[in-house]
């Protein structure tokens, strides 16, 4: 299985919902991103995870919440977004930490309304 | 200096002519490199990439790059463009100075022609 997936593939939500973002991969890979990417712009590392724990994160708000519960996992939880934050999130996925290729999810599409 | 830089944001082909999209990069150190596809709303995809092996670098779909560090480039060719190849495409370097970040050129939007 060389695949990430993401769900949902698209969200809407207010600015004072609670949602999340997930994110899997069953590659055996150690090191998991989210990135954020606007409209024809590339795309933005937000955090990084290195065997289940934050490596990195790049100066991202705190209404933006990222967790690993396993080492398959990545999830995002977002709460009081502004409509600004609406963009295509990312997730990827690469054997080590920033090492080599990653493998890129088909996104979450998110709307604040 | 910008890390990434992809010359024209917009190229436009005709169906079988040869596709060329400049990428060149500042690295002090060797730099890894990747070409990436993003066709609209979907992710991104690896089309190839350079590790310090073979300059030249055969990707899928029929397109490669070759690493020349005398230019500090890693320009993507394909010999003859397909109405599929239309999408975005992303230039991308990873080195140690970047803290091993994957950093993005901006863009380029293939156009082909019919």
């Known amino acids: 299985d060389t695949e990430v997936t993401q769900t949902p593939k698209h969200l809407v939500m207010g600015m004072t919902n609670k949602k999340s973002l997930k994110c899997e991969q069953h590659m055996g890979h150690r090191a998991m991103y989210w990135y954020k990417q606007k409209a024809k712009k590339p795309p933005e590392l937000m955090f990084v995870?290195?065997?289940?724990?934050?490596?990195i994160n790049e100066s991202v708000p705190s209404r933006f919440s990222p967790e690993c519960p396993n080492s398959s996992l990545l999830n995002l939880h977002l709460h009081a977004l502004q409509p600004e934050d609406s963009a295509l999130y990312l997730c990827a996925s690469s054997q080590g930490l920033l090492l080599g290729e990653q493998f890129f999810g088909p996104g979450t599409r998110l709307t604040v309304l | 200096a910008q890390s990434v830089t992809q010359l024209g944001s917009h190229v436009s082909v005709s169906e079988g002519a040869l596709v060329l999209l400049r990428c060149n990069y500042s690295?002090?150190?060797?730099?890894?490199l990747f070409w990436y596809v993003q066709y609209p709303n979907q992710g991104l995809q690896l089309l190839l990439k350079?590790?310090?092996?073979?300059?030249l670098v055969k990707g899928i779909n029929g397109f490669e790059a070759e690493f020349k560090k005398s230019e500090t480039s890693f320009h993507l060719t394909k010999p003859s463009a397909h109405m599929s190849d239309a999408a975005e495409y992303f230039c991308?370097?990873?080195?140690?100075?970047?803290?091993?970040?994957?950093?993005f050129g901006a863009g380029t939007i293939l156009r082909v022609k019919s």
């Open positions: 995870y290195s065997y289940e724990k934050l490596s």
């Open positions: 991308a370097v990873s080195a140690s100075e970047y803290g091993n970040k994957l950093v």
């Open positions: 690295s002090s150190v060797p730099p890894y």
């Open positions: 350079y590790t310090s092996a073979a300059t």
